[in-house]
């Protein structure tokens, strides 16, 4: 079997898939895949897969080494290229290919009956111009109102109570202050726009039961020194995930950049000659100049020349898997700084946030700890007031708000002493 061969099983596989039916873009991230796999074979001459084969190419594309090809995974990085690599192993061996046929749409969490109502509010939040991530928040709300008002016999939106969406956040109970904080906005939105369709007699937007949102409900982790040298020592930067993650943890402990700022950097916000990255805060509309530290230009130029994918977008980090475009929410950069660093070993006392946004904060505590002006920590941060940094991040430092404490015995005496003079 040669290379020829070997492209021809890359066709097998897809054959097999789009004959249980896979999507047609399911099919073509199986193909990236596959073609990488046929490219890495015949790179090293080879016309069979085995398991040791496998497990190396699957190091190489997603940096984590596994033990065993068929061994229990939960990383879904991981999952993609796995899948894959298998159905072709299987193929270039001259097994029957398996594919599990059962395919299970995507639920719709919203009652069917309300669906046409949910679809003209949303396209009402697009007219207004609200970002998608925030119309996909409101659809997640109103889709859980909306089915709870299915579940308690609500037909008719005209009979609709203050109790009855007072029932529904009573059963939100279990999930986190700020979260329900959040979704009784969006509920908000939902009753007013009810009211102006003709929906509902009057708004029960103003008729909401109160919610106190506690602010710090979660207090994020402070990495210490170690722990990130741990977690940056753990990433195998042979493989382009691993080059791109390490690159994307360290410019996030060093500088600071939100995640929202991470993933929109783009290659011509970077100034080699000048030494500095110049963007505009996603957040805040506010530009932000910092200086582009030696240790993290070099692991962005590691990655972008040596790990990044070709690929249309001009953002400095992107994904390794067909289209090859931007990541697509916070969560999905966040999530691989806790995965490294369970790969490290480091773990987290429960109720800690552990994402790339607690790096941020780790580093606002170090500079506060060292002495820094609380305006260069603010500008570092991007903080359009001292006030917030010292709102948030202050609490946190501990060392130097008992520098600030009197002793108690000092108290005492003083107070003693006034006492004798009157």
Not at 152 to 161: K, P, S, T
Not at 306 to 330: M, N, Q
Request: charged share 25%.
């Amino acid at each position: 079997m040669g290379e020829a061969d070997v492209g021809v099983s890359v066709g097998r596989v897809l054959a097999v898939l789009r004959g249980v039916g896979r999507a047609e873009g399911t099919v073509r991230r199986y193909q990236v895949v596959l073609d990488r796999f046929a490219a890495f074979l015949a790179g090293r001459g080879l016309c069979t897969a085995s398991d040791r084969v496998c497990i190396e190419f699957i190091a190489d594309q997603t940096g984590v080494r596994l033990g065993s090809l068929r061994e229990p995974v939960k990383d879904r990085a991981v999952q993609a290229v796995r899948r894959p690599v298998v159905l072709m192993a299987d193929v270039l061996a001259g097994r029957a290919v398996e594919v599990d046929r059962t395919v299970v749409p995507a639920k719709d969490g919203c009652a069917a009956k309300f669906r046409p109502l949910r679809g003209d509010y949303l396209a009402l939040c697009r007219r207004r111009g609200n970002a998608e991530a925030t119309v996909v928040a409101k659809d997640r709300a109103v889709s859980r109102l909306l089915t709870y008002l299915d579940e308690v016999g609500v037909d008719d939106l005209a009979a609709l109570g203050v109790r009855d969406v007072s029932g529904f956040l009573l059963r939100q109970r279990g999930l986190r202050r700020k979260t329900v904080s959040a979704m009784r906005s969006c509920l908000a939105d939902f009753l007013d726009f009810l009211a102006a369709a003709g929906r509902t007699p009057r708004s029960l937007a103003d008729r909401l039961p109160p919610h106190r949102h506690v602010r710090h409900e979660s207090e994020p982790h402070l990495w210490t020194a170690d722990e990130i040298r741990r977690t940056l020592a753990g990433i195998d930067r042979q493989s382009a995930t691993g080059k791109r993650d390490y690159a994307m943890i360290l410019t996030t402990a060093r500088l600071g950049l939100r995640i929202s700022d991470l993933r929109r950097l783009e290659l011509g916000d970077l100034d080699w000659r000048a030494k500095r990255i110049t963007i505009v805060q996603c957040k805040t509309g506010r530009p932000l100049s910092l200086p582009l530290l030696d240790d993290v230009g070099w692991a962005i130029i590691d990655y972008v020349k040596y790990g990044r994918p070709e690929t249309v977008w001009a953002k400095v980090f992107v994904k390794h898997r067909h289209p090859f475009d931007t990541f697509g929410c916070a969560s999905s950069v966040a999530s691989r700084l806790s995965r490294h660093a369970a790969r490290a070993g480091i773990t987290f006392p429960p109720g800690q946030v552990c994402g790339m946004h607690s790096l941020r904060g780790a580093l606002a505590v170090v500079m506060i700890g060292d002495g820094t002006p609380m305006p260069v920590v603010s500008a570092v941060l991007g903080h359009a007031s001292s006030d917030t940094t010292q709102a948030y991040y202050l609490r946190f430092d501990v060392e130097r708000l008992r520098c600030c404490a009197l002793d108690v015995e000092d108290v005492i005496e003083r107070a003693g002493a006034g006492e004798r003079d009157a």
